[in-house]
């Protein structure tokens, strides 16, 4: 009887805890946002910044704004420490997401010459030639539970490539594998 209890109160656990933290989430940046505009209205700061961030998107892809948003790109990129800091965090979220993802070609590595143990990643680079690595190329292995990864240089003849998409092999990587 109490093993069964004990189970059940588990599987509650399981069910409200992601949807739980995720209202959490939701409710702090809608506290933060609402404190910093100094709204009284409880989530209109929120609203006012996605509209905001879109409307932002939708400038720098209309031909006319376009070129304001490169001129303050350039402006950045000539800042030293700004500029270290802001293409690394540039990089790594259009490498995410937008029409220029990174992630699209999925891989599958053999780790070892002979060996039947493989790693899931994803290639990042075909050509290493810069390096005078002529038969390599680049691949990108995310970590489990983590927002983190490793990226190693491999042969490509132990590089098989996958017909997978790349968004549920990265949901499968970075989930442990649990993802369904």
């Given at each position: 009887?109490?093993?069964?209890?004990?189970?059940?109160?588990?599987?509650?656990?399981?069910?409200?805890?992601?949807?739980?933290?995720?209202?959490?989430?939701?409710?702090?940046?809608?506290?933060?946002?609402?404190?910093?505009?100094?709204?009284?209205?409880?989530?209109?700061?929120?609203?006012?910044?996605?509209?905001?961030?879109?409307?932002?998107?939708?400038?720098?892809?209309?031909?006319?704004?376009?070129?304001?948003?490169?001129?303050l790109?350039?402006?950045?990129?000539?800042?030293?420490?700004?500029?270290?800091?802001?293409?690394?965090?540039?990089?790594?979220?259009?490498?995410?997401?937008?029409?220029?993802?990174?992630?699209?070609?999925?891989?599958?590595v053999?780790?070892?010459?002979?060996?039947?143990?493989?790693?899931?990643?994803?290639?990042?680079?075909?050509?290493?030639?810069?390096?005078?690595?002529?038969?390599?190329?680049?691949?990108?292995?995310?970590?489990?539970?983590?927002?983190?990864?490793?990226?190693?240089?491999y042969?490509?003849e132990?590089?098989?490539?996958?017909?997978?998409?790349?968004?549920?092999?990265?949901?499968?990587?970075?989930?442990?594998?649990?993802?369904?």
């Open positions: 009887m109490f093993k069964k209890l004990t189970n059940y109160f588990f599987r509650g656990l399981i069910f409200l805890a992601p949807i739980a933290l995720t209202l959490y989430v939701f409710y702090i940046a809608f506290i933060k946002i609402d404190r910093w505009i100094h709204l009284p209205i409880p989530g209109a700061g929120f609203i006012i910044a996605i509209v905001g961030v879109t409307f932002l998107g939708f400038l720098t892809s209309n031909f006319l704004t376009r070129s304001i948003f490169h001129l790109e350039n402006l950045l990129a000539r800042l030293p420490f700004v500029k270290l800091l802001h293409s690394s965090i540039k990089d790594v979220l259009t490498a995410f997401v937008g029409e220029k993802s990174k992630f699209d070609k999925p891989v599958v053999e780790l070892f010459p002979g060996s039947s143990i493989r790693a899931l990643g994803f290639i990042t680079r075909e050509s290493m030639e810069e390096f005078d690595l002529l038969d390599s190329a680049a691949v990108y292995f995310p970590q489990s539970f983590n927002f983190a990864g490793n990226l190693l240089i042969p490509r132990r590089i098989t490539l996958l017909r997978a998409e790349s968004s549920r092999l990265m949901a499968f990587i970075v989930s442990g594998g649990i993802t369904t």
